[in-house]
């Protein structure tokens, strides 16, 4: 069967725009983890490459970890589907970063570095999302038509990719912040689960109505999670 669509069809413009905006963005992404690193290192805490390398893969093994839950769920509705991976997201994340500061180490410069470590990496993964994506533009093919078209129905499609930079601050503050708490109060975890899913939760469906008041709550839940764990390890 031939999956090729002609190139007279739709011209996916929203979705072409929204793509060499975020291509344009793309150095901003990776000021990110380097900003957070220099603050970091003036307020006394250099980088530890090794606890940086493991808080990397501590994401990624969370990230792993989903695969069996994303293929049980596949044939259940959407929204329900959806809802569970997000739910599933604290559990996943914050069980993973527990065990890994568990066997490596608490100590404060080790922490920061994990979480920075964390926050980078997920950094990464959006840059290679909007590449991918990018990659779409001139694809004619059934499947690139398809992912077009479920991109251009999506709400923030004429978003400013200014709001996904300051997404990965505020969330790059969370996941900091959570490695600091989670490391001089491993207790916390039990609290940390609820409010990183209910977190992502909420973000998700607020910015299907607002991309600002998603980056508020984003950003006032990121903060105050980074000024906590800043204060645990200044004790």
């Not at 590449?131 to 004429?158: C, G, M, N, Y």
């Not at 990719?161 to 503050?173: D, H, M, N």
Request: include cysteine; charge should be positive.
């Amino acid at each position: 069967m031939n999956t090729t669509v002609e190139h007279q069809g739709p011209s996916y413009e929203a979705f072409n725009q929204a793509t060499r905006r975020s291509l344009l963005v793309l150095p901003l992404f990776i000021l990110v983890p380097f900003l957070f690193g220099v603050g970091f290192w003036a307020a006394g805490y250099v980088l530890e490459w090794r606890a940086f390398g493991l808080g990397a893969l501590g994401w990624f093994i969370a990230l792993v970890l989903r695969a069996p839950l994303s293929a049980i769920v596949m044939k259940m509705p959407q929204e329900k589907a959806k809802n569970i991976i997000v739910a599933s997201s604290g559990i996943l994340e914050e069980s993973a970063r527990l065990v890994l500061l568990a066997v490596t180490s608490v100590v404060s410069s080790w922490a920061v570095s994990v979480g920075q470590g964390w926050a980078a990496v997920e950094v990464l993964f959006t840059i290679v999302n909007i590449v991918v994506i990018a990659s779409l533009v001139k694809r004619t093919d059934e499947k690139a038509v398809q992912a077009k078209q479920f991109l251009e129905s999506q709400s923030t499609i004429h978003a400013s990719p200014l709001w996904g930079v300051l997404e990965r601050i505020w969330a790059s503050a969370f996941h900091i912040g959570c490695t600091l708490i989670v490391a001089f109060h491993p207790w916390s975890v039990v609290l940390l689960i609820p409010l990183h899913s209910s977190l992502n939760w909420f973000a998700v469906r607020l910015a299907a109505r607002s991309v600002w008041k998603s980056s508020l709550f984003v950003a006032v839940i990121g903060v105050i999670t980074l000024l906590v764990g800043i204060l645990f390890i200044s004790l």
